[in-house]
């Protein structure tokens, strides 16, 4: 089964590393973009794009 998987925040990142390690075939992951946080104004990463990048899937 092929999956495109939605999704941005910590529960999603949970539920996409559950089907990475089930071993489904991850076509891309599609969250929202970067943005600013913190004092600094820092550039972070959603919690799900940080691990598809990690696990070297396409991310839109």
């Known amino acids: 089964m092929k999956i495109l998987f939605l999704g941005s925040p910590l529960f999603a990142k949970n539920i996409l590393e559950c089907l990475y390690k089930a071993k489904y075939d991850i076509v891309a992951v599609i969250c929202q973009p970067d943005r600013k946080a913190d004092r600094g104004g820092k ?10 990048l990690e696990k070297g899937l396409k991310v839109l």
Do not use: I, L, R, V
Not at 44 to 49: D, G, S, T
């Open 43 to 52: 550039m972070h990463m959603p919690q799900a794009k940080t691990f598809a």
